[in-house]
C-alpha cells in the first residue's frame, strides 16, 4: 500500500472529514491513477484512505476515515446501500432520484441518477473511473435494475485526465426515458441531454413555482434559462394562461414542447425562444412586455470562488433586467449553481440588482437542492444550487 505522506499542519481540513487533499499540501508519495493510498499527517499517523489522481489539483480524494475499513467492493457495496437507505427515508415525489451524490454520499466523483428503470451514472474521477466495474455491478445488484447509461463526459473529467466516455454500461435500450415528478408526465434523454439527461436538483422547486403561481394567479410567465421546460410545465399546471421559455438550446425548446403537449396542456399558452436570456430580458423591457412571474436558472456562472466576481456581476445584471420586467406584485424565482458564490453573497447579489433597478420586494421563500442532493455537514461545496423566491412590491 503506498502512502500519501501531508505537509506539517496540512492535516486539518482532513481531520474534520473534508475528502479533498490538494497537491499543494502532500510532501511526498506518489501512486497510479485512481489507486487507493493511505493518507498519513507529517508523523505518519493515518489520516484517510483515498484514491490518488495523478493530474488533478484535487490530488486525493478520501473514501474512509477509518483505519480498519478496506476499498473493496464490500466497501462500495455499503456506501451504496447507505445512499439507497437514506433515499427511501426521504421525500422525493418523482420517479426521477439522485441516488449517490458524490462526495456527500461518500463516494466522491460518483454520480448516478434513477430514471425509472434505468440507472444514468457519472465517473468523474481516476478513484471511481478504477473501480468502475464494480460500482456498476454494485449499483445494478442493489437496485435490482439490469440498465445503466454512462455519461461521464463532464468537464472534471478533463482535469483528471480521463478522455470522456458515454454509452450503456449494462443493458440497452432507447436513451429517451420519461418519468412522472409530481403529476406531471417528463421526458428526457440521458445520451443527449445536459450532465445525466435532467435537471432533478431542481424538482421540489418546480412544485413550489406551482404553488406560488395558483395562489398569486399570475398569467403571464418568463422561464428564462427553460432547459426542457421543467418550470413550464410548472407554471401552466398553476394556472398560468400563457408561458414563455426561453433557451439558447434548440433541441432543449423542442423538449419544452413536446413536455407541455404530453401533459395535455393547450400548446397555444405556451411559446419558446432559442436566444441568450439577457438580451431576450432587454429586449422585452425595451418592449415594454411585462410579466406576473419570471424564472432565472442560469448555468454555472462561477465555477469556483476566482470567477465570483466576474460571476456576481452577470447574476446581477439578469436580476436587475428581471425585477424591472415584473408587473407589481410579481413572483421571482431566482437561482446560482455555482459552488462559487454561497446564499449569502447569493441575497447580496439580488439584493443589490434590487437596489439599482429601484424595485423593493420581500423575499418568501428560501431555495436549495432537493434533498435526493444531500449536503454534509463537513463539505460545504455541496451547498452549490441556491435560489430565493422575491415577491416584487405591488
Ligand atoms: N431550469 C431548468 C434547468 C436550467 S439549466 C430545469 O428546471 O430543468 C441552464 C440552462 O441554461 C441550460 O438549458 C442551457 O442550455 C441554458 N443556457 C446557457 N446559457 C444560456 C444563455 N446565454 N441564454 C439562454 N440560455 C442559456
Request: charged share 25%.
Amino acid at each position: 500500500m503506498k502512502s500519501i505522506r501531508l505537509r506539517d499542519g496540512k492535516d486539518r481540513s482532513l481531520r474534520r472529514r473534508h475528502p479533498w487533499v490538494f497537491e499543494g499540501s502532500i510532501a511526498k508519495g506518489k501512486a497510479d491513477p485512481g489507486e487507493t493510498v493511505r493518507i498519513e499527517d507529517g508523523e505518519g499517523r493515518f489520516l484517510a484512505w483515498g484514491a490518488y489522481s495523478p493530474s488533478s489539483m484535487i490530488r486525493v480524494r478520501a473514501w474512509s476515515f477509518d483505519e480498519a475499513e478496506r476499498i473493496d467492493a464490500a466497501f462500495f457495496g455499503r456506501r451504496i446501500r447507505t445512499a439507497l437507505a437514506l433515499r427511501a427515508r426521504l421525500p422525493i415525489a418523482s420517479s426521477g432520484v439522485r441516488l449517490v451524490h458524490g462526495e456527500a454520499d461518500g463516494l466522491p466523483g460518483l454520480i448516478v441518477d434513477r430514471y425509472g428503470d434505468t440507472l444514468c451514472a457519472q465517473f468523474g474521477t481516476a478513484g471511481t473511473e478504477r473501480h468502475k466495474p464494480v460500482i456498476a455491478e454494485l449499483l445494478l445488484q442493489a437496485t435490482g435494475l439490469s440498465r445503466l447509461y454512462e455519461r461521464s463526459d463532464a468537464g472534471v473529467r478533463r482535469l483528471e485526465g480521463l478522455p470522456a466516455q458515454t454509452g450503456w454500461l449494462r443493458g440497452d435500450g432507447p436513451t429517451e426515458l420519461a418519468i412522472t415528478e409530481h403529476d406531471w408526465q417528463l421526458t428526457l434523454d440521458v445520451a443527449a441531454g445536459h450532465k445525466t439527461g435532467f435537471y432533478l436538483d431542481q424538482r421540489d422547486n418546480r412544485a413550489l413555482f406551482a404553488r406560488w403561481v395558483r395562489r398569486l394567479g399570475c398569467r403571464e410567465v418568463l422561464n428564462c434559462y427553460c432547459y426542457t421546460g421543467g418550470f413550464t410545465v410548472a407554471a401552466l399546471a398553476g394556472g398560468a394562461a400563457q408561458v414563455l421559455s426561453v433557451d439558447s438550446s434548440a433541441p432543449a425548446l423542442q423538449r419544452v414542447q413536446a413536455q407541455v403537449a404530453q401533459n395535455g396542456f393547450d400548446a397555444a399558452r405556451s411559446a419558446v425562444l432559442e436566444a441568450d436570456a439577457n438580451q431576450c430580458l432587454r429586449d422585452h423591457l425595451q418592449a415594454g412586455r411585462r410579466f406576473d412571474a419570471i424564472v432565472l436558472d442560469p448555468p454555472k456562472f462561477a465555477p469556483t470562488v476566482a470567477h465570483a466576481e466576474r460571476a456576481a456581476r452577470a447574476y446581477k445584471d439578469i436580476n436587475r433586467l428581471a425585477l424591472l420586467l415584473l408587473a407589481p406584485g410579481g413572483l421571482l424565482f431566482t437561482f446560482s449553481c455555482s459552488g462559487g458564490i454561497g446564499p449569502e453573497l447569493f441575497h447580496k447579489i439580488v439584493a443589490g440588482a434590487a437596489h439599482d433597478a429601484g424595485v423593493d420586494g420581500a423575499i418568501v421563500e428560501r431555495l436549495a437542492a432537493a434533498p435526493d442532493h444531500p449536503q454534509t455537514l463537513n463539505f460545504p461545496e455541496g451547498e452549490y444550487l441556491k435560489g430565493l423566491a422575491v415577491l416584487k412590491a405591488a
